[in-house]
């Protein structure tokens, strides 16, 4: 499975949103990105994963650049709730694992 | 539903002892899976169950085990515990393994232990 590369911490202003970087520039075609987060204390939590098109659900949108080889997180309203560490993991089909790296320490900022 | 259930939430041993951890999957689901995670080496597979099977183990020493039984339910055992052993234990489950499991795993809140 191709690893992955995010910037230690961000900050993000409450109602703005928060847009999470991530590279995969060795994706190979069949491989998924996914995303997760952990609130401190807690286990990782499933966000989104999407292939190639970008994709939205209720909790976030990820857009996938169309060489595939880096993508974004985007959580529209950024809450104090949403303060995190966000894993940006990149699996295939016959990975049996996620990789999870060291991932994105989110600050949300009142 | 019920969500992913460890037991216990946190524990104390002593180096050389052995623990037992205990997973109780979301109902229905058949995979489990195992991450340990740490300060210093953050999240690390251990291994992974289907249908009472262990499809893959990570690159842990042998002292690391699990099982998974009939019900699903998995447990996790460390023998001749070390203190680097302390860590979070987390168990994640998922309806079926890949290539089925492409909305990922639901984590547990997993089990504290840490070896004095």
């Known amino acids: 499975d191709a690893k992955t590369t995010q910037p230690p911490s961000m900050d993000c202003a409450e109602g703005r949103a928060a847009n999470l970087p991530c590279n995969h520039s060795?994706?190979?075609?069949?491989?998924?990105v996914y995303w997760y987060r952990q609130i401190h204390s807690q286990g990782p939590q499933y966000i989104i994963h999407?292939?190639?098109n970008n994709e939205t659900n209720e909790m976030a949108s990820l857009i996938i650049t169309e060489d595939r080889k880096s993508s974004t997180l985007i959580l529209p309203h950024a809450t104090l709730r949403d303060t995190a560490v966000y894993y940006c993991?990149?699996?295939?089909?016959?990975?049996?694992?996620?990789?999870f790296g060291t991932g994105t320490s989110l600050t949300v900022i009142p | 539903k019920a969500g992913v259930t460890q037991t216990p939430r946190y524990l104390i041993k002593t180096r050389g002892q052995q623990v037992t951890l205990s997973c109780s999957p979301i109902?229905?689901?058949?995979?489990v899976s195992w991450y340990q995670q740490t300060p210093g080496q953050g999240l690390q597979f251990l291994f992974e169950?289907?249908?009472?099977?262990?499809?893959n183990k990570g690159n842990f020493p042998g002292r690391f085990s699990g099982r998974q039984f009939s019900n699903s339910r998995s447990e996790m055992n460390v023998s001749t515990l070390e203190l680097g052993d302390s860590a979070l234990y987390l168990c994640?489950?998922?309806?079926?393994?890949?290539?089925?499991?492409?909305?990922?795993?639901?984590f547990g809140s997993g089990t504290r232990l840490t070896v004095v």
């Open positions: 994640a489950s998922s309806l079926v393994p890949p290539p089925g499991g492409l909305h990922g795993y639901t």
């Open positions: 999407g292939l190639k």
């Open positions: 169950y289907f249908s009472e099977t262990q499809r």
């Open positions: 993991i990149v699996r295939g089909l016959a990975g049996n694992q996620f990789y």
């Open positions: 109902s229905g689901h058949r995979s």
């Open positions: 060795t994706i190979s075609g069949n491989e998924y």
